[in-house]
């Protein structure tokens, strides 16, 4: 069983920035792919991005690339989402998870232990 919080969340201008985190128990974090996503209110849960275990794949969704920055600091167990020139539609719950390596990285289905969410609100 894994355990994951996320903490970082808040209310910030457009054009402002906000920084993630992701704190995972167990001592096998080295080895997890971790991905974030996303929930707007009405929403599908959409997929932001993912860091491969050894932190050298790093993918974005198109919404969020050049924006966005993920990292990995596995001597802390924890994931960042640095978040840059934030918009009012990046408001959502943001939320880590650890991918389970079969499906599409994608799909929300595809991960196997999830964070309680984290509120971004972005002000216009």
């Known amino acids: 069983q894994v355990q994951l919080v996320e903490s970082g969340g808040g209310l910030v201008q457009a054009g402002g920035s906000l920084r993630l985190s992701c704190a995972a128990s167990?001592?096998?974090?080295?080895?997890?792919?971790m991905g974030w996503f996303r929930q707007a209110p009405g929403k599908e849960r959409e997929f932001v991005g993912l860091?491969?275990?050894?932190?050298?794949?790093?993918l974005y969704s198109d919404s969020v690339k050049g924006r966005f920055t993920i990292s990995k600091d596995n001597a802390k167990n924890t994931v960042y989402l640095q978040m840059n020139s934030l918009k009012p539609e990046d408001t959502a719950v943001y939320y880590c998870?650890?991918?389970?390596?079969?499906?599409?990285?994608?799909?929300?289905?595809?991960?196997?232990?999830w964070g309680q969410g984290t509120q971004v609100t972005v002000s216009s």
């Open positions: 167990g001592r096998t974090f080295s080895t997890y792919t």
């Open positions: 860091i491969n275990r050894n932190r050298i794949n790093i």
């Open positions: 998870a650890v991918y389970g390596g079969l499906k599409d990285h994608r799909e929300v289905a595809a991960y196997d232990y």
